[in-house]
T-cell receptor, first 115, second 110 residues
Framework: DGGITQSPKYLFRKEGQNVTLSCEQNLNHDAMYWYRQDPGQGLRLIYYSQIVNDFQKGDIAEGYSVSREKKESFPLTVTSAQKNPTAFYLC??????????????FGEGSWLTVV | GESVGLHLPTLSVQEGDNSIINCAYSNSASDYFIWYKQESGKGPQFIIDIRSNMDKRQGQRVTVLLNKTVKHLSLQIAATQPGDSAVYFCAENDFNKFYFGSGTKLNVKP
């Protein structure tokens, strides 16, 4: 089935640790995104990538890092510098190009809890 | 999108009734709008979209209305079912950026 796969679904992190959330898509989409969702709030953009080997900071990039070595993969690392990392993280992707629609599709999300 | 807050507005409807969920967007340059449905603990699912050159678009049991004059978007769900219970939020697109509202919780009473 085509789609966006995030793993793990649930992750617990001790303070001071870095953790990496995986995002893989087989939709052949060029653009990929990471969002953070806190209870009762809208999605906030962490990082996005329009093409392989290129990515840009979003609105809340501090304490996070990403890489885009392959078209289908866009892992997010939550570093120890992120002071309040407990949240629901959503990966998304979108086609790009003049004949592409603008719809952005989401994975099932990963819950990160600091213990 | 909707104003950010800790408590989502809730809409309670009786099964079989029609539901109307509203969204006020903020960016006049946005030219594409999407409605998503998000069930608890899951990722958002695409429901329906509309471009700024349209004012109405219909899908299966859903209709989106766009009023650019007052920057308002609405989602109408016909014959609401228990499976429609979820958080619904709108998204606006301006070039490469998306802006998301915080959502409205739809509670369908049997």
């Amino acid at each position: 089935d085509g789609g966006i796969t995030q793993s793990p679904k649930y992750l617990f992190r001790k303070e001071g640790q870095n953790v990496t959330l995986s995002c893989e898509q087989n939709l052949n989409h060029d653009a990929m995104y990471w969002y953070r969702q806190d209870p009762g709030q809208g999605l906030r953009l962490i990082y996005y990538s329009q093409i392989v080997n290129d990515f840009q900071k979003g609105d809340i990039a501090e304490g996070y890092s990403v890489s885009r070595e392959k078209k289908e993969s866009f892992p997010l690392t939550v570093t120890s510098a992120q002071k309040n990392p407990t949240a629901f993280y959503l990966c998304a992707s979108k086609k790009t190009g003049p004949l592409s629609g603008n719809t952005i599709y989401f994975g099932e999300g990963s819950w990160l809890t600091v213990v | 999108g909707e104003s950010v807050g800790l408590h989502l507005p809730t809409l309670s409807v009786q099964e079989g009734d029609n539901s109307i969920i509203n969204c006020a967007y903020s960016n006049s340059a946005s030219d594409y709008f999407i409605w998503y449905k998000q069930e608890s603990g899951k990722g958002p699912q695409f429901i329906i979209d509309i471009r700024s050159n349209m004012d109405k678009r219909q899908g299966q049991r859903v209709t989106v209305l766009l009023n650019k004059t007052v920057k308002h978007l609405s989602l109408q769900i016909a014959a609401t079912q228990p499976g429609d219970s979820a958080v619904y939020f709108c998204a606006e697109n301006d070039f490469n950026k998306f802006y998301f509202g915080s959502g409205t919780k739809l509670n369908v009473k049997p």
